[in-house]
C-alpha cells in the first residue's frame, strides 16, 4: 500500500543501514524513473528531494507533487513531511549520498553490465577518456565516454553541463549506453563528483590517476581535501585494477597503499608500462615501450610530451582490460584529439594553429613547454583568455 503519511524517520530504525529495495518498498509503489530537478518532474516519475550546493531540493517537493510526480523520496534529517500532500514518500536519512545507489537499482545496475574505466587527475582527464573510448571502440568493444566535452559515443557526443553528471543522470545514462549496445565506459571521475557522491553506486573496474596539481582549491580549501576526494576512487570497492602515473608524488603514493586491487604504474622511469625513448615531431609521437606485457614500438598522431605520458595511461588501462598489446599500439595509431585538446589545424606550408583547454597554471605551461619544442626557433603565439 502506498505510504501518504510517512512523518519523520527514526534514527533507530536506521541504525543499520536501510537496503535500497526496503527504501522503494515503503513508498509502496512501482518506481520507474527518479528526477531530482524539480523543473523535470511529471508523471511516471519520483522526485528526489535534499539539500544540494546551492539550494534544497526539500523547497520544490510542493511543485514537483503540482507536476503530478507518482511520489517523493526526502531526506529526513531536520524535515517533517506534510501529510497534507496526500503522495507516496519515503523520508530517508543520507538521501544524498544513498541516491547513486537507488539510481542504479532502478536503472537496472547498468554498471555492473559494462567494462568501466574511471579516470581522475588535474590534467588529462579527457584525453584519456576519449581516447581509451576510441580504442575499444576500433577493436570491436563498443565504448561510451562520459567527461568534459561530451557524452555518448567517440564521434556522436551530446554537450555536457559537469565533467562528472549527477547521480541519477549518470545512472540513466550508463542504462542507455548499454542500452545501445556499449559493452565498455570510460568516465572521467571528477574531484566534486566523488566528493559529492555522483557515483556512488557504480561499479567500477579500472580507475585510473593522470597526475595531481593545484586546482579546485577554491572548492576543496587544500591540497590534502583535494588529494582525499581523489582517493576515494582508488579504494572503491571491488575494483580490480588501478592504472597510477607513477613520475607522480600523488601515483607513487597510491601505488604504495592501494589494496586489494591490483596496480600498473606507468611513466617515463619505471612502472609495468614505460616508455624509455620519446620522439616529437609535428606529426606526433613516437615511443619505444616496455611493459609487463612485452615491448613495442609505438607511433600515435598527437602533440605534446605531455600528451605522451596520457597515451601510457591509456595503454597502461587498455592492458590490464584484457587488449594484446599489438592490438592496442594499431588502435592507438588511429586516435583524434577530443574537442579542444591540442587540436591541430593548418601545419606544413602553412602555420601550425593548436587549440587547447588548458586553463590551470600547470597545463597551460606544459602546452607551451610542448609546443617551444615542435617550433624549435620559429615563433611561438599564445592567445589565452
Not at 563498443?142 to 559537469?162: C, H, M, Q, R
Not at 580549501?221 to 607513477?246: C, I, Q, T
Not at 594484446?324 to 591541430?344: F, V
Request: charged content about 15%; hydrophobic content about 45%.
Amino acid at each position: 500500500m502506498a505510504n501518504l503519511h510517512s512523518a519523520s524517520v527514526s534514527a533507530a530504525s536506521h541504525a543499520i543501514r536501510e537496503s535500497v529495495p526496503h527504501i522503494l518498498e515503503r513508498l509502496g509503489i512501482p518506481v520507474a524513473g527518479l528526477v531530482s530537478d524539480s523543473r523535470k518532474a511529471m508523471p511516471g516519475v519520483i522526485f528526489a528531494a535534499y539539500p544540494g550546493e546551492a539550494r534544497d531540493g526539500r523547497d520544490f517537493i510542493a511543485q514537483a507533487v503540482a507536476q503530478r510526480v507518482d511520489g517523493v523520496l526526502w531526506e529526513a534529517d531536520h524535515y517533517q513531511w506534510d501529510p497534507a500532500l496526500g503522495i507516496p514518500n519515503a523520508g530517508v536519512v543520507g538521501l544524498k549520498t544513498r541516491i547513486g545507489e537507488i539510481a542504479a537499482h532502478v536503472y537496472g545496475e547498468p554498471s555492473r553490465a559494462l567494462h568501466m574505466v574511471g579516470i581522475t587527475g588535474t590534467n588529462g582527464k579527457t584525453s584519456v577518456a576519449h581516447w581509451i573510448a576510441q580504442a575499444l571502440s576500433q577493436l570491436g568493444r563498443k565504448t561510451a565516454v562520459v567527461g568534459t566535452v561530451g557524452n555518448g559515443f567517440p564521434g556522436a557526443l551530446t554537450p555536457a553541463l559537469n565533467t562528472t553528471p549527477d547521480a541519477i543522470e549518470l545512472q540513466q545514462r550508463l542504462a542507455h549506453y548499454r542500452q545501445q549496445g556499449a559493452v565498455a565506459c570510460a568516465m572521467e571521475v571528477s574531484s566534486h563528483g566523488l566528493a559529492q557522491g555522483r557515483v556512488n553506486g557504480t561499479s567500477f573496474n579500472v580507475a585510473v590517476l593522470t597526475n595531481l596539481s593545484r586546482d579546485h582549491l577554491d572548492y576543496h580549501g587544500d591540497m590534502e581535501n583535494y588529494a582525499h576526494a581523489k582517493a576515494r576512487l582508488f579504494s572503491w570497492p571491488g575494483l580490480e585494477w588501478v592504472v597510477v602515473n607513477v613520475d607522480d608524488a600523488f601515483g607513487q603514493q597510491l601505488e604504495s597503499e592501494t589494496r586489494p586491487a591490483r596496480v600498473a604504474g606507468y611513466g617515463f622511469r619505471r612502472g609495468a608500462v614505460v616508455a624509455d625513448t620519446l620522439r616529437l615531431s609535428q606529426a606526433g609521437l613516437h615511443l619505444n615501450v616496455h611493459t609487463d606485457w612485452g615491448n613495442a614500438e609505438l607511433d600515435v598522431p598527437l602533440l605534446g610530451r605531455f600528451n605522451a605520458a596520457n597515451v601510457l595511461a591509456v595503454l597502461a588501462s587498455l592492458l590490464v582490460s584484457g587488449v594484446k598489446l599489438n592490438d592496442a599500439c594499431q588502435a592507438l595509431a588511429h586516435i583524434t584529439p577530443p574537442p579542444g585538446r591540442m587540436q591541430t589545424f593548418g601545419g606544413n606550408a602553412h602555420p601550425l594553429v593548436v587549440v587547447d583547454y588548458a586553463h590551470t597554471p600547470d597545463a597551460l605551461e606544459k602546452v607551451l613547454a610542448t609546443l617551444r619544442e615542435i617550433v624549435s626557433g620559429g615563433r611561438l603565439i599564445c592567445v589565452f583568455g
